[in-house]
T-cell receptor
Framework: GESVGLHLPTLSVQEGDNSIINCAYS??????FIWYKQESGKGPQFIID?????DKRQGQRVTVLLNKTVKHLSLQIAATQPGDSAVYFC?????????????FGRGTSLIVHP | DAGVIQSPRHEVTEMGQEVTLRCKPI?????LFWYRQTMMRGLELLIY????????DSGMPEDRFSAKMPNASFSTLKIQPSEPRDSAVYFC??????????????FGEGSRLTVL
């Protein structure tokens, strides 16, 4: 069976390459999604978000793609840099009592080799 | 702004002892969340408050866990008695009402708890 939690999925890339990190979410009622970056010893930090009425959103060096049909998100990082090395989480959000309540995925560890 | 401030950053205690973790949210934020992070379970929502009122504590694992928010600038998460399986990093996060429609959380740097 799956060794849940013992190891994070890991993506290793060379500096300058493009990175693609994938995330499957579970609830079709989720209508807002956020990617967070967590560096070692720190709390998660917001990178980019997307609403369910969009399928693509671009930021600085990052692009998020949303496929609602298969409940899949991806985060693309262009020209990956050593400073991008971190664990990346997607968070799906559902409205509850007027607030968005985030549920986090397991995370993917990105390792950038210089 | 100093961001979300958590204390202590690290705590090592013995099984059976009481542990109190503290959080100061960003000024003006009126939603506060407590998360626990472990390798096995990832980031789990324990409880969240809106305007100092606990809204959902269904993630609190057991009666040994309790959280309070006596005012808009302070919250505590208490574990009594602590057990080795409580060892984890505990994060506090806050959010402004004006951002309720976006859901972006601002996290503290976490409190790493080790229960021996």
């Amino acid at each position: 069976g799956e060794s849940v939690g013992l190891h994070l999925p890991t993506l290793s890339v060379q500096e300058g390459d493009n990175s693609i990190i994938n995330c499957a979410y579970s609830n079709s009622a989720s209508d807002y999604f956020i990617w967070y970056k967590q560096e070692s010893g720190k709390g998660p930090q917001f990178i980019i978000d997307i609403r369910s009425n969009m399928d693509k959103r671009q930021g600085q060096r990052v692009t998020v793609l949303l496929n609602k049909t298969v409940k899949h998100l991806s985060l693309q990082i262009a020209a990956t840099q050593p400073g991008d090395s971190a664990v990346y989480f997607c968070a799906e959000n559902m409205r509850s009592g007027g607030s968005y309540i985030p549920t986090f995925g397991r995370g993917t560890s990105l390792i950038v080799h210089p | 702004d100093a961001g979300v401030i958590q204390s202590p950053r690290h705590e090592v205690t013995e099984m059976g002892q009481e542990v109190t973790l503290r959080c100061k949210p960003i000024s003006g934020h009126n939603s506060l969340f407590w998360y626990r992070q472990t390798m096995m379970r990832g980031l789990e929502l324990l409880i969240y408050f809106n305007n100092n009122v606990p809204i959902d504590d269904s993630g609190m694992p057991e009666d040994r866990f309790s959280a309070k928010m006596p005012n808009a600038s302070f919250s505590t998460l208490k574990i009594q008695p602590s057990e080795p399986r409580d060892s984890a990093v505990y994060f506090c996060a806050s959010r402004a009402m004006g951002l309720a429609n976006t859901g972006e959380l601002f996290f503290g740097e976490g409190s790493r708890l080790t229960v021996l």
